[in-house]
């Protein structure tokens, strides 16, 4: 398939789940793709995936790395034509149990992260490009134990529509994914253990109005459709969800 034969894509967090099922569906169809992620091993092996991928050990949370990320981005590329960034940590807390460790932590790598490395990577995107955030079904209202991770990924809507605006000139559309309950190796959940990720996934099939957890792939479609697709859509958040942020209501059997 050819469909984004000569496109080149950078995709932050993009080693294992939502990322990497998009950083596949861009090499399948012939684009370049460049992922980064934090983990060595899982590093290694998206790099041996495909030769159109290349994958480099990025951490968003240092900005010396985002500084490094940029210049290996203009090596490979030059210019590029999408960013997907994607990172991020969630730490599940009841607010009375956070610490500034743990708050730090998640605002470093979802808020400080996200901003920088596209303020860093927009130069080099070329106009007309275009980029997407990974917000969640978690970024409005209230959620116990997810009030950090809630706020970071509000934030992550607000550098949405700013981007967006600064970028207009440009013509480089800035939009945002908005995932529930998704499968994946971690379920986007730092350091669950297998049976509390197993009750993690039950509890997405239960209150999910669909029935169910989404698939990566569902999730890398809905980013593949902003980023080449919505030629006129910018500043939006696309809910990729199973309905569970509409909060609609099956019918009772």
């Not at 981007?163 to 994914?177: D, Q, Y």
Request: hydrophobic letters at 45%.
């Amino acid at each position: 398939m050819e469909r984004y034969s000569g496109k080149k894509a950078v995709i932050l967090g993009g080693t294992h789940g939502i990322g990497l099922a998009t950083a596949k569906m861009l090499a399948e169809n012939n684009a370049k793709v460049l992922v980064t992620g934090r983990n060595a091993k899982t590093v290694e092996e998206a790099g041996k995936l495909d030769e159109h991928i290349v994958a480099i050990k990025s951490d968003a949370a240092v900005l010396g790395d985002i500084d490094a990320l940029a210049e290996a981005v203009k090596g490979q590329f030059g210019q590029f034509d999408f960013l997907h960034v994607n990172m991020g940590i969630a730490e599940l807390e009841p607010f009375d149990q956070v610490t500034e460790a743990s708050f730090d932590r998640q605002f470093a790598v979802n808020a400080k992260g996200a901003f920088f490395s596209v303020q860093r990577l927009a130069p080099l995107i070329a106009d007309g490009g275009a980029i997407v955030f990974t917000s969640s079904v978690a970024d409005q209202g209230g959620t116990p134990g997810m009030i950090v991770y809630s706020a970071t990924k509000a934030a992550v809507i607000s550098f949405t529509s700013g981007f967006a605006a600064e970028l207009l000139p440009r013509r480089i559309r800035v939009n945002a994914v908005s995932p529930g309950f998704v499968k994946t190796p971690t379920h986007g959940v730092a350091g669950l253990s297998e049976e509390a990720r197993a009750g993690f996934e039950a509890l997405g099939d239960q209150i999910t109005p669909m029935g169910r957890n989404g698939t990566v792939e569902e999730i890398a479609r809905a980013v593949l459709f902003l980023a080449f697709d919505a030629t006129y859509t910018t500043a939006a958040k696309l809910a990729v969800d199973g309905g569970l942020g509409q909060r609609i209501t099956p019918p009772q059997t």
